[in-house]
């Protein structure tokens, strides 16, 4: 026989294979155990090793489930409701920022290189919904300014629907043209068992100087986890790529979005925007707790290459900046293969190092080229070797967040290379270096940090164009600075 016992508040107890004989009294015990004695069982640690990204692939199986326990930020979030609300009172909700010059440099409307005030305002919508608002102005010599909007259902970006928008205006000169710019953008993720992931999204960039140009941006990645240790992946996408979200926080990352439009370039008089196709494949092993190896192969297809550099030229290809002598130069169509192997280890809660080496085409001069040619009929694309290194770190006690960086290029390169693979593992060529640091808060609650950002730092990389189009620098990454303070409450 089988016997089930069920009492109000405690879990149902089941015993099989109970043997009853005539002329003997069968006396079968059984002890229920309430739900707090499950959740005692939970709590325990397991002997087993398990994967650090099981729960990941978990909670990605069901939509039901999705928000729930995902670790960002130091914090982790229950999908409790009581227990998300208080989480949500713990966080920042807003933040204010003053800094020079932009996070990323070249685009069109983050060329004047003066002081800017940025906020972003993070809206609990709903039990999970978070809803981004942020704004930038700058002042001084230009007027500029921006708003953006993030719409996050899960409440975690990266996990399920993203939507934003932003517009951007910014003022080149006193009586110069007004660059205008609108992107809208959205991203989701389909799930197919707890083994396959289906991310895709599109990016959809219209701006205005002048004349209008606009384009469509579409990417989607299928990651496929072959065993424990073991993931693959595949993806395509159009460049440059929508910036990765920070990792200070969902609020720094709705002020990066406002600097996501692509490089605005001049070719034979009228607009056009930098971009091109990406194709990837890759494999990616787990060598430990702690440690990734990945290897890549990929493909760059250029349509318009974004070229960067100072100098004084009168040639209307040339795109400048009217309080400085930076410049912007469309350097025609770049098609190259290239392959990338990336080591990531993490030395401690504080310390991670991360090793990328990678073969992959970059714009060069031609130095066989006869003399007189315009820049463009100069630059050729060759693949060469690049090594880089970064090292992100925390001071204890002080709570300064370090990251130094280095990309060795073996060769007088003009543009990026490998410049999805700078994207994804945040590295920029030459010697960077950028200091967060808390500082004391006095009479009011909230954060106080001061930042800094040095972008090669040792001015390294010029190349020196004497041509038809004038003399002008060009260089991969500008040397810049950017400083400020924040405030987060």
């Keep these: 026989y089988s016997l089930k016992v069920t009492l109000a508040g405690f879990l149902p107890g089941l015993e099989r294979h ?89 685009s069109a409307s983050q060329l004047p290189d003066s002081p800017g005030t940025a906020f972003a305002y993070d809206q609990s919508v709903g039990r999970t919904g978070r809803l981004l608002l942020a704004g930038q102005m700058s002042y001084e010599r230009s007027a500029s300014g921006g708003i953006a909007t993030v719409w996050v259902p899960s409440g975690v970006i990266g996990v399920g629907p993203t939507t934003s928008l932003v517009l951007r205006q910014s003022k080149l000169g006193p009586i110069g043209l007004t660059f205008r710019g609108v992107r809208l953008s959205h991203s989701n993720e389909l799930v197919l068992g707890d083994r396959l992931r289906f991310q895709y ?51 720094q990352s709705a002020v990066a979005a406002m600097d996501a439009f692509p490089a605005l370039l001049w070719n034979h008089g009228h607009p056009v925007l930098e971009g091109g196709w990406h194709d990837e494949m890759g494999i ?70 991360v090793a990328v080496y990678s073969w992959a085409g970059a714009m060069m001069l031609d130095d066989t080229a006869p003399a007189g040619l315009h820049l463009r009929d100069e630059l050729q694309t060759r693949n060469i070797h ?50 967060r640091q808390p500082l004391p808060t006095f009479f009011m609650s909230g954060k106080w940090e001061a930042l800094a950002d040095f972008r090669n730092l040792l001015a390294e990389g010029y190349v ?26």
């Design 201 to 251: 999204g599109a990016d959809y960039v219209m701006v205005g100087l002048g004349r209008a140009s606009s384009s469509l941006r579409p990417r989607i990645e299928i990651d496929a986890r072959l065993s424990k240790d073991w993931q693959a992946y595949a993806k395509v996408a159009a460049m440059p790529t929508s910036p990765e979200a920070p990792q200070y926080g969902m609020l």
């Design 18 to 106: 109970v043997k009853v004989s005539s002329n003997f009294t069968t006396l079968v015990r059984i002890e229920l155990d309430t739900m707090f004695a499950s959740l005692d069982r939970l709590r325990r640690h397991s002997d087993a090793q398990t994967d650090p990204d099981e729960w990941k692939w978990v909670l990605r199986t069901s939509a039901a489930t999705r928000p729930i326990l995902q670790w960002q930020d130091g914090e982790v979030r229950i999908a409790d409701g009581a227990s998300r609300e208080a989480g949500r009172r713990n966080q920042a909700h807003m933040r204010v920022e003053v800094t020079t010059g932009s996070l990323r440099h070249g």
């Design 464 to 489: 020196s164009v004497n041509g038809r189009d004038g003399r002008v620098m060009l260089v991969p990454a500008v040397r810049s600075f950017r400083g400020g303070v924040s405030f987060q409450f």
């Design 386 to 435: 690049s090594l880089a290194a970064t090292v992100s770190g925390r001071v204890p006690t002080l709570g300064t967040h370090v990251i130094a960086s280095y990309k060795w290029l073996n060769g007088r390169v003009v543009s990026h290379q490998d410049a999805f693979g700078e994207s994804a593992f945040q590295l920029d060529p030459y010697m960077n270096l950028s200091v």
């Design 284 to 353: 990616e092993r787990r060598l430990g707790t702690n440690s990734t190896l990945e290897i890549a192969g990929f493909r760059d297809r250029l349509n318009h290459v974004a070229l960067y550099g100072r100098g004084s030229t009168t040639h209307h290809d040339f795109f400048h900046d009217f309080f400085s002598d930076t410049l912007l130069y469309d350097g025609g169509s770049s098609n190259s293969w290239g392959t990338r192997v990336a080591y990531r280890q993490k030395l401690s809660d504080d310390l991670e190092v």
